[in-house]
């Protein structure tokens, strides 16, 4: 089962709500080790995000991102994991789940 | 003869349904709907044969059978179908057979836990508890909760589908994760409980809540705080003969005839309390039924243990400190020490802005404002406290409470 893990910041977050929060690149080497990190990535902010509409057969551009992501999402990650309850072990050893909030997209499985 | 059949298939669905539809999910592979599909397709066989071929020896084996085999068929009907479309290749299910009711296993805890997994929210959690462990259709559950038979199976129908896409394991959670999870199971029961407790056309539900709280007992023997919610449960059931007047009218604990009370279920209660405290694995829901124990061992209001009752809520707020808590705190030194030293925790309480709308703080305010004799103020409080409940017991009960503020004819207090 795959999952999407969209990374985002959580403006509300206290300071020392975090505390404790652990590596990042702990979290990476135990993860591609149990080859349950397929891959990820840190994405650019907002400012730099392009949002792409056809409409009525144009390309409409708009610069930043879509609405209703706003400038939360700064990375993201695809997991292979058995089950959700392996997903949110995994997502809840990321700093950015102490930190921020993580959340997880199942795969629309192919259908062939 | 055919009545007879009809009350005994009933009394089988009562346990029955949730074991099938259970042993139906794992068979499917997940399958949800499929499984409560053929559970009830069984059960409507047996209502159509044994008035007229007998009851079988085995009858949960015979109604598990019996499911299997129409899963299997609709599964062969629906690759037949889709076979016409694309080179399927046929799904190889064999009929099997199980011949004793003792072969069935029971995994009424998986589905448990998987219907009160976190990552459904709790209307969720509790439709879907209801539809799989106790067999209420949609409609009723609907009704209970006030919303249509159709917002009600769009929550279900949402509900399954998460849990087929985001592969919400049918598991009972390791160990290291129960501290975790069990709360949730425990809380949709407990909400349940007391969705029912408050009104009598919903008893259903309380029903519904001891007796799934009993197989949870059952099956976890060793989770004190299951056998913390059953006397939790029990204690405060026993109470429910007392509780409203011939007009539906609320009567207070202090006000309940005692001699109402069902003995058998305190009894039971407490000696269900009392081997959960043995464990010394305290939790909340073990200090509340020790809460209700005082009350239920109370020969009458004036005998109750208030300063213990006191105690058991400092412990509680020491484990699960919120606000309710601490306003049932103020309510027992409020009896235990008096209403001087009841007010200032309930109005710091206001002050904090928690439960502004709950009708039972300003209740609260408003009792203790007519004991120590602030009469005025008092009445302005049971006014609020009128305003904010939306039950008509609990406002007719709040408004003879309003009347004992206002000065009597004669001049009395």
Same mark, same amino acid.
């Given at each position: 089962?795959?999952?999407?893990?969209?990374?985002?910041?959580?403006?509300?977050?206290?300071? #020392?709500?975090?505390?404790?929060?652990?590596?990042?690149?702990?979290?990476v080497?135990?993860?591609?080790?149990?080859g349950i990190?397929?891959m990820?990535?840190?994405?650019?902010?907002?400012?730099? /995000?392009?949002t792409?509409?056809?409409?009525?057969?144009e390309?409409l551009?708009?610069?930043?991102?879509?609405?209703?992501?706003?400038?939360?999402?700064? #990375?993201?990650?695809?997991?292979?994991?058995?089950?959700?309850?392996?997903?949110?072990?995994? /997502?809840?050893?990321?700093?950015?789940?102490? %930190? %921020?909030?993580?959340?997880?997209?199942?795969?629309w499985?192919?259908? %062939? | 003869?055919?009545?007879?059949?009809?009350?005994?298939?009933a009394?089988i669905?009562v346990?029955?349904?949730?074991?099938?539809?259970?042993?139906?999910?794992?068979?499917t592979?997940?399958?949800?709907d499929?499984?409560?599909?053929s559970?009830?397709?069984?059960?409507?066989? +047996?209502? $159509?044969?044994?008035?007229?071929a007998?009851? *079988?020896?085995?009858?949960?084996?015979?109604?598990?059978?019996?499911?299997?085999?129409? @899963?299997?068929?609709?599964?062969?009907r629906?690759?037949?179908? @889709?076979?016409?479309?694309?080179?399927?290749?046929?799904?190889?299910?064999? *009929?099997?057979?199980?011949?004793?009711?003792?072969?069935?296993?029971?995994?009424?805890? &998986?589905?448990?836990f998987?219907? =009160?997994?976190?990552?459904?929210?709790l209307e969720?959690?509790?439709?879907?508890?209801l539809?799989?462990?106790?067999?209420? !259709?949609?409609?009723e559950i609907?009704r209970?909760?006030?919303?249509?038979?159709?917002?009600?199976?769009?929550?279900?129908?949402?509900?399954?589908r998460?849990?087929?896409?985001?592969?919400?394991?049918?598991?009972?959670?390791?160990?290291? +994760?129960?501290?975790?999870?069990?709360? +949730?199971?425990?809380?949709?029961?407990?909400l349940l409980?007391?969705?029912?407790?408050?009104?009598?056309?919903k008893?259903?539900?309380?029903e519904?809540?001891? $007796?799934?709280?009993r197989?949870l007992?059952?099956?976890?023997?060793?989770?004190?705080?299951?056998?913390?919610?059953?006397?939790?449960?029990?204690?405060?059931?026993?109470?429910?003969?007392?509780?409203?007047?011939?007009?539906?009218?609320?009567?207070?604990l202090?006000?309940?005839?005692?001699?109402l009370?069902?003995?058998?279920?305190i009894?039971?209660?407490?000696?269900?309390l009392?081997?959960?405290?043995?464990?010394?694995?305290?939790?909340?829901?073990?200090?509340?039924?020790?809460?209700?124990? =005082?009350?239920?061992?109370?020969?009458?209001?004036?005998?109750?243990?208030?300063?213990?009752?006191?105690?058991?809520?400092?412990?509680?707020?020491?484990i699960a400190?919120?606000?309710?808590?601490?306003?049932?705190?103020?309510?027992?030194?409020?009896?235990?020490s008096?209403?001087?030293?009841?007010?200032?925790?309930?109005?710091?309480?206001i002050?904090s802005?928690?439960?502004?709308d709950?009708?039972v703080?300003?209740?609260?305010?408003?009792?203790?404002?007519?004991?120590?004799?602030?009469?005025?103020?008092?009445? &302005?409080?049971?006014?609020?406290?009128?305003?904010?409940?939306? !039950?008509?017991?609990?406002?007719?009960?709040?408004?003879?409470?309003l009347?004992?503020?206002?000065p009597?004819?004669?001049?009395?207090?």
């Open positions: 089962m795959k999952y999407l893990m969209l990374v985002c910041t959580d403006p509300d977050l206290k300071p #020392g709500e975090d505390e404790g929060a652990p590596d990042v690149e702990d979290w080497t135990e993860m591609d080790a149990k990190r397929i990820g990535e840190r994405t650019r902010p907002a400012d730099d /995000a392009t792409v509409r056809v409409r009525n057969r390309v551009l708009t610069d930043g991102p879509h609405a209703e992501t706003k400038d939360l999402m700064v #990375g993201f990650d695809v997991l292979e994991c058995a089950d959700l309850d392996e997903a949110i072990a995994v /997502a809840s050893k990321h700093p950015m789940a102490w %930190g %921020g909030a993580i959340e997880l997209r199942p795969f499985p192919f259908e %062939g | 003869m055919a009545d007879q059949v009809n009350d005994l298939i009394g669905y346990d029955g349904w949730s074991r099938i539809v259970a042993t139906m999910i794992r068979f592979g997940g399958d949800w499929l499984a409560e599909e559970a009830q397709d069984a059960f409507a066989a +047996a209502l $159509r044969k044994w008035p007229t007998g009851v *079988p020896d085995q009858p949960l084996a015979w109604l598990t059978t019996t499911a299997r085999n129409r @899963a299997v068929d609709r599964i062969r629906a690759s037949t179908e @889709a076979a016409s479309l694309r080179k399927a290749t046929a799904i190889e299910v064999e *009929p099997l057979a199980y011949s004793r009711d003792s072969e069935i296993p029971d995994e009424r805890l &998986e589905l448990m998987t219907c =009160c997994h976190p990552s459904l929210n969720a959690q509790v439709a879907l508890t539809r799989s462990l106790t067999g209420m !259709s949609t409609a609907a209970a909760f006030l919303v249509s038979e159709r917002t009600m199976g769009q929550r279900l129908f949402r509900a399954k998460k849990i087929a896409h985001a592969a919400i394991p049918f598991r009972v959670p390791p160990a290291h +994760a129960l501290p975790e999870r069990l709360p +949730a199971v425990l809380h949709v029961l407990y409980f007391n969705e029912g407790y408050g009104d009598a056309a008893t259903r539900l309380c519904e809540a001891v $007796r799934l709280t197989v007992k059952q099956l976890m023997p060793d989770e004190p705080e299951a056998h913390g919610m059953l006397a939790l449960m029990l204690l405060h059931g026993a109470r429910r003969p007392a509780r409203v007047d011939a007009n539906g009218d609320l009567i207070t202090e006000d309940q005839d005692r001699a009370w069902n003995q058998d279920q009894a039971e209660g407490i000696t269900i009392d081997a959960a405290l043995s464990r010394r694995a305290v939790g909340p829901f073990q200090i509340q039924a020790a809460i209700a124990a =005082c009350h239920a061992l109370a020969p009458d209001a004036p005998s109750t243990d208030w300063p213990q009752i006191v105690k058991l809520y400092d412990q509680l707020a020491l400190p919120n606000a309710i808590v601490t306003l049932n705190r103020a309510v027992a030194v409020g009896m235990a008096g209403p001087e030293a009841a007010l200032p925790l309930v109005e710091a309480i002050k802005g928690d439960l502004a709950y009708h703080l300003h209740a609260t305010h408003a009792d203790l404002l007519r004991r120590v004799g602030r009469l005025q103020e008092s009445a &302005e409080s049971y006014r609020t406290a009128i305003a904010a409940t939306t !039950s008509d017991a609990e406002r007719r009960f709040l408004r003879n409470r009347a004992l503020t206002e009597s004819p004669r001049g009395a207090a």
